[in-house]
C-alpha cells in the first residue's frame, strides 16, 4: 500500500510540475509577436485630419479612452476628458477580468515610442510587452490600412495631456494566461477605394469592428455562424441590454431596410439635443456610441450597409432590453 501511495505521490508532482511549467512558459514565452518596429510618424496635417475622423467616428477609440457620461442617452463624452482612460469593464458585463481604457493622452503614453504605439493597436501588446485584452478590438484594427493607423496616432500625438491614473487592468483565472496567447502579428492591408463599395464597406466595418459587438459570445468565443447577428448581452444598471441584429436577415435582420432607413438611422443621432437628455439608471440606455458613429461620412454608411447585405442572413430575433424590474 505504501508503495502505491508513493507511486501516486510521484504522479502527482508530475503532474504539478508540468501545469507549473506550462504556466511558466505561457507567461514567459507570449506575446510572441516581436519588439515594436522601428518608426517615426510625421504629424501632417492629412494624418492628424484624417486620424480625427478615425479615432472619433470610424474606430471610436476616443469612446473607450474617455469619461462618458452615462446620465445621457448613448453615454457621449464628458468634455474635458478626452483620451484619458479609465473606462471600465468587468464581470458584471461579461468580461472575464476587471479591465480599464489606458490614458492615451501625453501623461499616459508620451514616453511610448510610435513603434509601441503601433504595436499595441494592431497586435496588442504594451511597450512593457504585457497583453492588451481584446475589449479593444487589436484583432480587426490588425487588418486595416498601415496609413491609416498612423493617422490615428499622429492624432493621438495632438490630444492635450490630462494627468488621471488608471487602474492596472486584471483578468480572471484561466484567462490571466489564456490572454498571453491572444495577441497576434498583425495583417494590415491597404485600403480599397471607396468607389469598391463592397470591399471599402468590409473595411469600414472592420474599422468600426462591428463584429465584436454584434455577434454572440459565449465563455470568451464567438459563436460560430452568429456574424452580426446580434444578441450579445451587456449588463447595464436597469437590465440587460443586447446588441441588434445587424445582418440582412428579413424577419430579425435589417435584410428589409432600404439604403435610406440605414442612413436615416445613424443621421437621427447627429441631433446633438438628444443627448442633453437625462436617463434614469433603471430606463433603458444604448452602449452604442451614436454621438460618434452618427458622424460617420454618408459615403462610409452607404458602404457599410452594402458590405452587410453580402453576409450571411442570421434568424435570430433580439430583445433589445430585458429590465431588472
Known amino acids: 500500500m505504501k508503495k502505491v501511495f508513493k507511486v501516486l505521490g510521484y504522479i502527482l508532482l508530475f503532474i504539478v510540475i508540468v501545469v507549473v511549467g506550462l504556466g511558466v512558459y505561457v507567461k514567459t514565452a507570449f506575446p510572441n509577436v516581436g519588439p515594436a518596429r522601428e518608426m517615426k510618424v510625421e504629424l501632417t496635417p492629412e494624418r492628424i485630419k484624417r486620424g480625427e475622423y478615425l479615432a472619433n467616428s470610424v474606430t471610436v477609440c476616443m469612446d473607450c479612452h474617455s469619461k462618458r457620461d452615462w446620465t445621457k442617452f448613448s453615454g457621449p463624452i464628458t468634455p474635458g476628458t478626452l483620451g484619458q482612460g479609465g473606462d471600465e469593464f468587468n464581470q458584471k458585463m461579461g468580461f472575464p477580468g476587471v479591465y480599464f481604457a489606458a490614458n492615451i493622452t501625453p501623461a499616459g503614453i508620451g514616453d511610448w515610442t510610435d513603434g509601441e504605439i503601433f504595436r499595441a493597436i494592431t497586435e496588442g501588446v504594451?511597450?512593457?510587452?504585457?497583453?492588451?485584452?481584446?475589449?479593444?478590438?487589436?484583432?480587426?484594427?490588425?487588418?486595416?490600412?498601415?496609413?491609416?493607423?498612423?493617422?490615428?496616432?499622429?492624432?493621438?500625438?495632438?490630444?492635450?495631456?490630462?494627468?488621471?491614473?488608471?487602474?492596472?487592468?486584471?483578468?480572471?483565472?484561466?484567462?490571466?494566461?489564456?490572454?498571453?496567447?491572444?495577441?497576434?502579428?498583425?495583417?494590415?492591408?491597404?485600403?480599397?477605394?471607396?468607389?469598391?463599395?463592397?470591399?471599402?464597406?468590409?473595411?469600414?466595418?472592420?474599422?468600426?469592428?462591428?463584429?465584436?459587438?454584434?455577434?454572440?459570445?459565449?465563455?470568451?468565443?464567438?459563436?460560430?455562424?452568429?456574424d452580426f447577428g446580434g444578441g450579445r448581452s451587456f449588463e447595464m444598471p436597469g437590465g440587460v441590454l443586447s446588441s441588434a441584429n445587424i445582418s440582412p436577415d428579413v424577419k430579425t435582420g435589417i435584410g428589409s431596410w432600404s439604403q435610406e432607413q440605414f442612413l436615416n438611422k445613424f443621421k437621427t443621432y447627429r441631433d446633438s439635443s438628444i443627448y442633453t437628455k437625462t436617463v434614469a439608471p433603471a430606463d433603458f440606455n444604448s452602449l452604442m456610441p451614436w454621438s460618434m458613429y452618427a458622424q460617420m461620412k454618408d459615403e462610409d454608411l452607404k458602404a457599410i450597409y452594402a458590405y452587410l447585405r453580402t453576409v450571411k442572413p442570421v434568424s435570430n430575433a433580439v430583445e433589445k432590453f430585458k429590465p431588472k424590474n
Open 126 to 226: 504594451r511597450k512593457n510587452g504585457k497583453p492588451i485584452f481584446p475589449v479593444m478590438p487589436h484583432a480587426s484594427y490588425g487588418k486595416l490600412d498601415e496609413e491609416d493607423i498612423k493617422s490615428v496616432i499622429a492624432y493621438i500625438r495632438t490630444l492635450p495631456s490630462i494627468e488621471n491614473a488608471v487602474t492596472e487592468s486584471q483578468s480572471d483565472f484561466p484567462m490571466n494566461f489564456i490572454i498571453n496567447t491572444i495577441p497576434a502579428k498583425a495583417n494590415l492591408q491597404k485600403m480599397p477605394v471607396p468607389t469598391d463599395t463592397v470591399n471599402y464597406g468590409k473595411y469600414m466595418v472592420t474599422a468600426a469592428a462591428c463584429f465584436d459587438c454584434h455577434t454572440q459570445v459565449d465563455k470568451g468565443e464567438f459563436l460560430k455562424g452568429m
